[in-house]
């Protein structure tokens, strides 16, 4: 089989395959219960620069009777800048994730929202190894039937069915999609923060931290004395 007679480019289908087999997303580890431990959370914020051109100036070019001939511009190096913030949350002095820290402290409906979306992202990292897998092999299924139709004809020219052509173009786009979907949904999952908000978690520890602040201790009973059994 000739891939340079076929058109194939071997790429597109390598890429569908390696999602396939690296692309699996899976949901983070959750389930962290409530310790008692107060809610923190840790905002930090660093500053990058980074080294841009900007236009200062024009000069004009003249030929020898002063004719306006065209023109340059002149360019200078200036210093940019530009802030990332950084969060993470804790319970006492250990980090946990997002979807328990909103559990822990009562905002459920963040604690839905963060689930919804992960959830979605496996999904959609589902359907697209799908896509991939199965354009990937109907790309390959075609181009294996389309070198083993090719026919001659009385002239010996070499000719093969259109369809294989159609169908490894289809299974390459639907491959590509697909291998597309499977790696965007698998990005949803590993995403750190879903609600990418430390002002509402923030506001979420100190409605908890006061409310365990409010509770008195718990009074430990005296265990009763057993009653002696009469005979």
């Known amino acids: ?29 959750t389930g962290v219960e409530s310790t008692g431990e107060p ?37 200078e190096n200036r210093m940019g800048a530009y802030d990332i913030t950084r969060w993470q949350v804790f319970q006492g002095e250990t980090p946990i994730d997002d979807q328990d ?35 990937g092999a109907l790309a390959l299924a075609s181009i294996i039937l389309g070198s083993a139709l090719v026919a001659k004809n009385e002239y010996g020219l070499e000719s093969r069915p259109t369809w294989t052509t159609w169908s490894m173009t289809g299974g390459l786009i639907v491959g590509a999609v697909g ?4 790696l965007v949904g698998n990005a949803r999952t590993k995403r750190k923060h879903p609600i990418d908000d430390p002002q509402r978690a923030a506001n979420a520890a100190k409605r908890y931290n006061q409310a365990i602040g409010e509770q008195p201790e718990p009074i430990e009973e005296e265990p009763r004395p057993r009653r002696k059994r009469r005979r």
């Open 179 to 182: 291998g597309s979907l499977a």
């Open 101 to 135: 820290f909103f559990n822990i402290a009562g905002d459920t409906e963040a604690a839905t929202q963060i689930a919804t979306y992960r959830a979605k992202g496996v999904m959609m990292n589902r359907v697209g190894l799908g896509m991939a897998i199965g354009g």
């Open 39 to 75: 809610l923190n959370v840790e905002v930090r914020t660093e500053t990058h620069t980074y080294v841009t051109q900007a236009k200062v100036g024009e000069v004009q070019h003249r030929d020898a009777r002063g004719r306006y001939v065209g023109s340059s511009s002149i360019y």
């Open 1 to 29: 089989m000739s891939l340079r007679n076929t058109g194939f480019r071997p790429f597109p289908l390598v890429m569908m395959l390696a999602a396939g087999s690296w692309g699996c997303a899976t949901l983070p580890k």
